[in-house]
């Protein structure tokens, strides 16, 4: 087949093909970035989304909007500049979200038997939908890092909260306090783990008393709107067509 | 078009295999059995456990068994190795087959990190709940920050029945019992669930429209913003703000149904209390040591002085987990890991008892096939190629006491 033939005679058929190469393509890139993001996010944010008894107030809520907003940043920047399609933050979620759940499901409980109630995967959807929607109502790059990336900061607490408070309620146990969750940290021995590695609770904000979340939350924010910039370019400059030779 | 779907076949099949690989990579690490690679030194120098005591073989899924003993962290720390003033009470089991329901370091329930100081002997209990079948080697493992996990000595033990008896009732300060095996897990489903449908929805939005090929086509020829529809701007808006009002209803929900809420609890516990040991009243000079290679033996030449007021005997050398008893003297009867056991291990060129203000010197042989099991003897491989352990003496009332040797060892191969 020679490249100065045309591969399709009608226009039906070329709606046709379009629409199987839309598929193809979609089904390609939701496991693409779904690996890729799904290792990132592993070299991250690793035990701070593993594990509840790293999930707190202070660095679970700081790191993780951080390092999630990478690959949504960069695939938005695609999406949206070379077709107008306003879905590459959530696209990116979802296919995060599969992997950790494949990733939580059959290794952490199928393999291991740790309690699927004590290494689920974080909730990113919320953040993810705004952005998406932010880019596409705006059609501006600065505006979505500034407005977006402080939504995504700030949903995240409030957005895995009905899924993890249950988990903060406070027991006795041999005369000490502690949340359900330590407590889960505690009885499901991990001996690679172990408990002075967790990073919880660490951090000079203890002027703010108790409402910590809020505050970590906005310097989360503050700091995903730098790293929405950065990756929204190298997604521009991976999106390039430059490297295929055109003919 | 055959070949562009071809090319897009081969590229899907590759992506696949990326998030397979991606998936399947990380599994929190299950296996326990890491005591016989674990450099000779670190398990001969750093915490010596003994006293140990496993309180059951066997046992059924829910029922509890504990495993009590003392460790002495030896004064003579390792340089390479940090000190042990972050440490953690660990269990090395391959994953949650057993729970933890307690751990506690001089009656201390330690379910933190602590500080233990060098030189000093502990008393420590761990509690376990039987949660899976199958037949388990639990070893004591003490992690230690900067130093790595040190893996004590292991027993086996089977447990029977089956995994789906098992529960952990816990009642919460708020007066509530919930099983911990499977709470809030319907909850967490519930959420993950419906954001994911709802991403789905998003996504399928715009995946009902042609997607790449006319939209760049209409992006390249400068028609980008006919791609969007005010039904579009809509439709995105309503997911935003939906978004944003379910967040905040769910939040609000949720601190409705859960008032009491605490921040999770971290922090190093410190004050760790030892065991008030009476000052030895033997002293033992190590004159040499040598460990010869072919014989699996180690040789150690002691000048013993009993400052005491009864008679002593030297029943018991133990390094490492391994314990090397004269038969006449002492005896194990708390079911001690065979493997770990050289009932008759230790030779003693003169072991008649040593009357008070004596001094005698005496050749001491502790050999055994343990030495090669756990591949103690490579301890001459190692960078600082330097022993130590506990030595037991009893005296004629069968009161025993301990003391440590520590030592540079220099091999034989002949
Ligand atoms: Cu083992």
Known sequence: MSASQSAVRSRAEAVKVSRTFDWLICFTLFFVILGGYHVHFMLTGGDWDFWTDWKDRRLWVTVLPIVGITFPAAVQSIFWWRYRLPFGAVLSVLGLLFGEWVNRYLNFWGWTYFPVNFVFPSNFMPGAIVLDVILMLSNSMVLTAVLGGLAYGLLFYPGNWPIIAPLHVPVEYNGMMMTLADLQGYHYVRTGTPEYIRMVEKGTLRTFGKDVAPVSAFFSGFVSIIIYFLWHFFGKWFGKTNFVQST | ?414
């Open chain 2, 1 to 414: 078009m055959k070949l562009i779907k071809d090319k897009v076949a081969k590229l899907s099949f590759v992506a696949l295999l990326v998030t397979v690989t991606a998936a399947m990579f990380y599994t929190p690490t299950a296996s326990a059995h890491g005591e016989k690679s674990q450099a000779a030194f670190m398990r001969m120098r750093t915490i010596h456990w003994f006293d140990l005591n496993w309180s059951k073989e066997e046992l059924k899924v829910n029922d509890t068994m504990t495993i009590s003993g003392k460790f002495h962290v030896f004064a003579g720390w390792p340089e390479t190795v940090d000190k042990p003033e972050i440490s953690f009470l660990n269990i090395g089991i391959p994953g949650p087959v057993f729970i933890r329901a307690g751990s506690w370091i001089g009656g201390q329930l330690v379910p933190r990190s602590v500080s233990l100081e060098l030189g000093e002997t502990y008393e420590f209990k761990v509690l376990l709940k039987a949660r899976r079948p199958g037949d388990w080697h639990v070893h004591t493992m003490m992690n230690v920050k900067g130093g790595g996990p040190i893996i004590g000595p292991g027993k086996w033990v089977t447990i029977t029945g089956s995994m789906g008896q098992f529960t952990n009732p816990i009642t919460t300060l708020t007066g509530e019992t919930i099983d911990l095996e499977t709470y809030n897990l319907s909850n967490t489903y519930f959420w993950h669930a419906f954001w994911y449908a709802l991403g789905l929805a998003w996504l399928a939005y715009w995946a009902r429209k042609p997607m790449f090929v006319p939209r760049l086509i209409a992006v390249d020829s400068g028609k980008a913003d006919s791609l969007i529809s005010p039904t579009d701007r809509k439709v995105a808006l309503a997911f935003a703000v939906g978004s944003i009002a379910i967040v905040a209803m769910s939040m609000s929900s949720t601190n409705q149904q859960y008032p009491v809420t605490t921040p999770l609890q971290a922090g190093l516990l410190r004050g760790m209390k030892s065991i008030e040991m009476p000052a030895p009243t033997v002293a033992v000079k190590v004159d040499d040591a040598t460990y010869r290679v072919p014989g699996r033996a180690m040789q150690m030449t002691l000048t013993v002085t009993n400052n005491g007021d009864s008679a002593v005997r030297l029943g018991e050398f133990n390094t490492a987990g391994v314990r090397f008893l004269d038969a006449k003297v002492t005896e194990d009867t708390t079911g001690y890991p065979d493997d770990l056991l050289a009932e008759e291990g230790l030779t003693v060129s003169d072991n008649s008892p040593l009357a008070p203000g004596q001094t005698r010197t005496i050749q001491v042989t502790a050999s055994d096939a343990a030495w090669e099991v756990y591949r103690l003897a490579d301890l001459i491989y190692d960078p600082d190629s330097r022993f130590a352990g506990l030595l037991f003496f009893y005296d004629e009332a069968g009161n025993r006491q301990m003391v440590m040797v520590d030592s540079s060892l220099i091999p034989s191969f002949i």
